[in-house]
Nanobody, 116 residues
Framework: QVQLVESGGGLVQPGESLRLSCAAS????????MAWYRQAPGKEREWVARISSDGRTYYADSVKGRCTISSDNAKNTMNLQMNSLKPEDTAVYYCKVVLQNARDFWGQGIQVTVSS
């Protein structure tokens, strides 16, 4: 069973940056997409960004221009660079991997808090 572990979260002030990472416990083959989601208190989980197997990236409007998703298949990791953070970015962030057979794996989530 593949396990995904997020890291890099924490408390930052508005305007600062964070880099989230997602590490897989083993090499994952036949990946379709890798993505980041987030869930703020009292809200539903929402998609933030994804990267397809061919390297194309997509972003939610709320983070477009401020976030960059990347992956390093050799290291079995995925990253989310977040700049110009806002209080509304406060949430638990989850990474997700979807295989070509539609099976998916989720990380346990990591807290990001943006507050002055």
């Amino acid at each position: 069973q593949v396990q995904l572990v997020e890291s890099g979260g924490g408390l930052v002030q508005p305007g600062e940056s964070l880099r989230l990472s997602c590490a897989a416990s083993q090499t994952i083959w036949s990946i379709n997409t890798m993505a980041w989601y987030r869930q703020a208190p009292g809200k539903e989980r929402e998609w933030v960004a994804r990267i397809s197997s061919d390297g194309r990236t997509y972003y939610a409007d709320s983070v477009k221009g401020r976030c960059t998703i990347s992956s390093d298949n050799a290291k079995n990791t995925m990253n989310l660079q977040m700049n110009s953070l806002k209080p509304e970015d406060t949430a638990v962030y989850y990474c997700k991997v979807v295989l070509q057979n539609a099976r998916d794996f989720w990380g346990q989530g990591i807290q990001v808090t943006v507050s002055s």
